[in-house]
């Protein structure tokens, strides 16, 4: 069951500078059992200094409010000789943490060397300016990616950002908000007048993998509900079926997953792709979720790869995709099918069946 909701700050640090802002007033209202501290320096909070591992957990219950001045991130898509995406922005005006607990989280590795907590940065004016100015320097449909850094919907009730954002990409010709969530957290996209220029996205995988894996979020069917519910609203929608993890009777329980997901939606895209973490990222894991990370790493993952990550051998890959692909393709003809951070030998073999330009995070 989705947890998203449930979700309460045992702590809230308040950055001095941002302390009368409204929205920063607001969000501590809503929270009145949790301890406020102000703090002068967002780098730095006081009394966070605890291992990785420890503060990966107790971050998922620490808020910050502050700000940022770098809401756009560009990604160039570069990820190596042999791991290529095409570019596209990153937008993130929530940053270090998530409510979730996924195993493979790799958000967590990034954010490894900060103290964790989940940071939401309330200066709106400066993120609104730098997407103009992204845009202003850009040729043809620009995507900003809401969905890399964040789950674009989890802490939806308390940010409110999809009823500032949206609104906002649909005045211009050119934006696109990309989401991507693995919540059912879509009052705010219910109450919006929906338009071509925001673009959701669910991240979707078998019951067995979300209960033993993505601890928190909400369950297959809460998810393909949401997403059924906004296209019936009038969204664009999308599905990301990533990663996958191959278990016994994977294929059933995939086939199962496809199955409820186009007999109720008709998404215009759907993204694959499979585990990859790097070596250090998985022993943080171990640290972290113990048993959790040793079925993972039970998976015989190997290196090859120029962004370092292990992953499945190809073989296993080329199992995986193209089951899922003739399933798919046995029940929509049409929808756009892409593989994610894949190598060149596996985009060779599935160059007829997949289109690298029309992935998830990508507007055409
Ligand atoms: S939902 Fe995404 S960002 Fe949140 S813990 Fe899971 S993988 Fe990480």
């Not at 966070?48 to 998922?60: R, T």
Request: with cysteine; net charge positive; glycine share 4%.
């Amino acid at each position: 069951m989705d947890t998203a909701k449930k979700f309460k700050p045992k702590t809230i640090l308040l950055w001095q500078k941002a302390s009368e802002h409204p929205q920063a007033q607001r969000i501590v209202k809503m929270f009145p059992l949790a301890n406020v501290h102000l703090i002068k320096n967002q780098h730095k909070p006081p009394f966070l200094d605890m291992s990785p591992p420890k503060s990966l957990l107790a971050g998922k219950r620490i808020l910050m409010i502050g700000q940022t001045a770098s809401f756009v991130r560009r990604f160039d898509g570069i990820l190596g000789s042999n791991v290529h995406c095409c570019p596209y922005y990153k937008l993130v005006p929530v940053s270090n943490g998530c409510p979730y607990y996924c195993t493979y989280c790799y958000l967590a590795y990034v954010y490894r060397k900060f103290n964790s907590f989940i940071k939401v940065n309330i200066n709106y004016d400066m993120m609104f300016k730098q997407i103009r100015k992204t845009l202003s320097g850009s040729q043809g449909k620009v995507s900003f990616n809401m969905g890399e850094m964040l789950d674009s919907l989890a802490l939806d009730h308390i940010t409110n950002l999809t009823t500032i954002l949206i609104p906002f990409f649909s005045g211009f010709s050119n934006a696109y908000l990309m989401l991507l969530t693995k919540s059912n957290n879509i009052d705010n996209l219910l109450s919006l007048e929906p338009n071509e220029h925001t673009i959701i996205s669910w991240s979707l995988n078998p019951r067995y993998i979300i209960e033993q894996y993505e601890s928190g979020t909400a369950n297959l069917g809460e998810r393909i509900k949401a997403a059924e519910l906004c296209h019936e609203h009038g969204w664009r929608i999308r599905f990301r079926i990533d990663p996958g993890i191959l278990q016994p009777n994977w294929r059933a329980s995939y086939a199962d997953l496809i199955h409820k997901a186009l007999t109720l939606t008709a998404p215009e895209n759907i993204t694959l792709g499979m585990l990859r973490m790097l070596p250090g990222h998985l022993r943080l894991a171990a640290q972290v979720y113990g048993n959790r990370t040793q079925k993972l790493l039970n998976n015989n993952l190997i290196r090859g790869a120029s962004d370092g990550k292990l992953r499945y051998p190809i073989n296993l890959r080329v199992e995986f995709y193209s089951f899922l692909i003739d399933t798919i393709r046995s029940l929509d003809k049409d929808v756009s099918i892409s593989l994610c951070r894949e190598t060149p030998e596996i985009w060779n073999i599935f160059k007829e069946r997949c289109e690298p330009k029309k992935c998830n995070c990508l507007i055409w």
